[in-house]
Nanobody
Framework: QVQLVESGGGVVQAGGSLRLSCAVS????????MGWFLQAPGKEREFVTA????????YYADSGKGRFTISRDNAKNTVYLQMNSLKRDDTAVYYC?????????????????WGQGTQVTVSS
């Protein structure tokens, strides 16, 4: 089984930056797709971005394009989410997830493993 642990959340001013980390352990993830999701209070979990571990290919939701960057470090078995120009509506719990498939998918139901989440709060 794959274990995912997020870190790096916190409180920032609007326009600021954060880098979230997702440490991966357990079975190999070399053939997995890794994703980041957010969930605001009272709302459904929403896709942010994903990366194919093997190829490094990425996909972004419109909300994060030009501001967010997903990357991975193979040696550290870690996925990152760099968030710049943060807005108040970015405030949410951010989750790391993994799925055993080749292509990208924006649905939370398609992902097999989840971290516990890390809180991001953007103030103004």
């Amino acid at each position: 089984q794959v274990q995912l642990v997020e870190s790096g959340g916190g409180v920032v001013q609007a326009g600021g930056s954060l880098r979230l980390s997702c440490a991966v352990s357990g079975r190999t993830i070399s053939e997995y797709n890794m994703g980041w999701f957010l969930q605001a209070p009272g709302k459904e979990r929403e896709f942010v971005t994903a990366i194919n571990w093997k190829s490094g290919g990425t996909y972004y939701a419109d909300s994060g394009k030009g501001r967010f960057t997903i990357s991975r470090d193979n040696a550290k078995n870690t996925v990152y989410l760099q968030m710049n120009s943060l807005k108040r509506d970015d405030t949410a719990v951010y989750y790391c997830a993994a799925r055993r498939s080749w292509g990208f998918n924006t649905s939370p139901r398609s992902y097999d493993y989840w971290g516990q989440g890390t809180q991001v709060t953007v103030s103004s």
